[in-house]
């Protein structure tokens, strides 16, 4: 008797459940789901609305929260980014055992550039062999005018040499590797999405043997410049966005 019950209240919970699912199609049939989805959106924008009368301050809070939010997360993102780009340069520094390398991004004054023709660039990453003084704050906010050398690379987009060669080219470059006791260098483009991003260097302070592969040294600087160009990439969107 009690199983019997049990069967006829469950009968009667799924004759509500069909009941209930048919008029829901029927609601949907006779207004289409569109007009639903536009009755619900139109809803949710009049409840935003009051929500913002009764508390006008809170939208505006709310977005201060989400901007902070996505500044943060860039500037993480940024720390971990640049931790990578230190990193890949000590990893060339070792691949072809130079003494430093030294990566120069292009940009406009003090900004990274947007859509601009680069007007100067700066040091902003550097790996160093034991005993070997940095030399990035001699190349900060430096004009590309005052360094023709650079037109080289953008031209070819390597070069390998000694510092003699680029004598003729840029003396002032020239003369500012041969304070360092650079004997001998190659230069890379970092090539962007859509524009060139910084200038990768590798330089040795002693003069190159014989064993010394200016093919091998262009293998692995272009490798790194591909990683750098990548990270540098990403640094650019999060400054863009944060």
Request: overall charge negative; hydrophobic content about 40%; some cysteine.
């Amino acid at each position: 008797m009690e199983r019997n019950i049990n069967e006829h209240g469950s009968i009667n919970h799924m004759e509500k459940g069909l009941k209930w699912l048919n008029d829901a199609l029927a609601i949907v049939d006779k207004y289409k789901i569109r007009t639903i989805f536009k009755a619900f959106f139109v809803m949710t924008l009049i409840a935003a609305f009051i929500a913002f009368l009764k508390n006008p301050t809170w939208i505006f809070e709310q977005y201060d929260n989400w901007k902070e939010k996505q500044h943060t997360e860039a500037l993480e993102q940024r720390l971990v980014n640049n931790e990578k780009l230190h990193i890949s340069c000590e990893k060339l520094l070792y691949k072809v055992q130079a003494d430093r390398v030294l990566v120069l991004e292009l940009h406009n004054g003090l900004e990274n550039a947007n859509g601009l023709p680069f007007s100067k660039c700066s040091a902003t990453y550097e790996a160093l062999e034991q005993n070997i003084k940095p030399v990035a704050e001699q190349y900060q906010n430096v004009n590309l005018s005052l360094m023709p050398f650079v037109n080289t690379v953008f031209e070819k987009g390597y070069w390998c040499g000694d510092v003699e060669e680029i004598l003729e080219i840029d003396k002032g470059l020239y003369y500012k590797m041969k304070a360092n006791n650079t004997e001998h260098f190659a230069a890379c483009l970092i090539e962007g999405v859509d524009k060139p991003l910084a200038l990768l260097f590798v330089t040795f302070t002693e003069p190159v043997d014989s064993t010394h592969s200016c093919q091998y040294i262009r293998e692995n600087i272009r490798h790194i410049a591909l990683e750098q160009a990548l990270l540098l990439e990403l640094n650019k969107h999060n400054i863009k966005h944060k």
